[in-house]
């Protein structure tokens, strides 16, 4: 399995194919806003909502652009094992253009999916950082990603340009060969926002649990599309102490739902806190969420310890 970055983006974009669709008019009122607002990030999601469409060819490369003096950013590093229920640490080693190193352990999911982040301060070295990764004494497929200077500002001039292509004064086609001239020549860069997760997960339970009662779990899993149905859903429940207490494994239904239930046993402590770990894979992408809830029981009760 290959790492995915989620990175700052730096694009390429070819010129407009002859047979492209015409613009859609929301990317239009994108790219007007650009130009009577000046905020060039409305310009770069004109630009990534054209890809999408192919009318251009967006092309990224894992460049993350150095944060202001006095700011941090982070390069967000995640991965998957392969390998379901090995919950053993990944081993990551990052080694940054000038060879110093710096090691992390990295948690992995029961679905075997991992994901750490890479602080970057003003001065950090630019160039390539290299990043090794082992699991069970197995290497990983290696990394790379490269740190530079903050985007280049599009010129001021290029607003004019926009204007009349908005005004109809030149064609599309003449538009983005000129945009892809300025990308071309390290005129024009612009950063698109990382990927969001392919799925989505939603979990709903009690947050408040009487011993002795039942804890009943929903798991809602989606994405782009709508539901996900026969995604793989592992639940784990554990203290805060890390003490394992229940594990489930299912599939979502049609609906992309995923329900399971357990019984509290009677001899939890009052007030007990539980964390269940949820995640949730369709075999391509995955995702996961923490829920908690707390264990209560009645003064009256048996072996309940009240506070007084």
Not at 22 to 46: G, L
Not at 101 to 113: F, I, K, M, N
Not at 290 to 297: D, G, I, L, N
Request: net charge negative.
């Amino acid at each position: 399995m290959s790492f995915a970055l989620a990175v700052v983006l730096v694009a390429a974009i070819s010129v407009l194919p002859a047979h492209a669709e015409h613009v859609p008019e929301f990317i239009k009122n994108r790219i007007e806003s650009w130009v009577q607002n000046q905020a060039d990030e409305h310009f770069a999601e004109a630009l990534v909502e054209l890809d999408e469409r192919g009318i251009i060819d967006a092309k990224a490369s894992d460049v993350h652009a150095l944060p202001a003096y006095g700011q941090t950013s982070f390069v967000k590093i995640t991965g998957n094992t392969g390998q379901y229920k090995q919950s053993s640490p990944v081993s990551l080693t990052v080694t940054d253009p000038s060879g110093r190193e710096s090691r992390y352990t990295v948690p992995v999911l029961q679905s075997g999916t991992y994901s750490t982040v890479v602080p970057l301060t003003h001065d950090s070295p630019r160039g390539t950082y290299h990043v090794v990764a082992y699991h069970d004494g197995k290497r990983l497929p290696d990394a790379t990603f490269s740190v530079e200077y903050s985007d280049v500002q599009i010129p001021r001039w290029v607003l004019d340009t926009a204007g009349w292509w908005l005004d109809g004064q030149i064609t599309d086609a003449d538009f983005f060969a000129g945009i892809q001239f300025l990308i071309d020549a390290d005129i024009i860069t612009f950063s698109s926002a990382p990927e969001e997760p392919q799925l989505y997960l939603a979990v709903d339970g009690h947050n408040v649990v009487r011993r002795g009662t039942t804890q009943d779990l929903s798991v809602y899993v989606s994405d782009r599309h709508g539901p996900v149905e026969g995604a793989t859903v592992f639940v784990r429940v554990e203290d805060y102490g890390e003490d394992v207490f229940e594990e489930f494994e299912g599939l979502t239904d049609s609906d992309g739902n995923y329900r399971v239930s357990w019984e509290i046993g009677g001899d939890v402590p009052n007030l007990k806190k539980f964390l269940v770990y949820v995640d949730a894979t369709d075999g391509l992408s995955s995702s996961s969420k923490v829920f908690a809830f707390e264990v209560y029981c009645l003064c009256r009760e048996a072996d309940c310890k009240c506070r007084t």
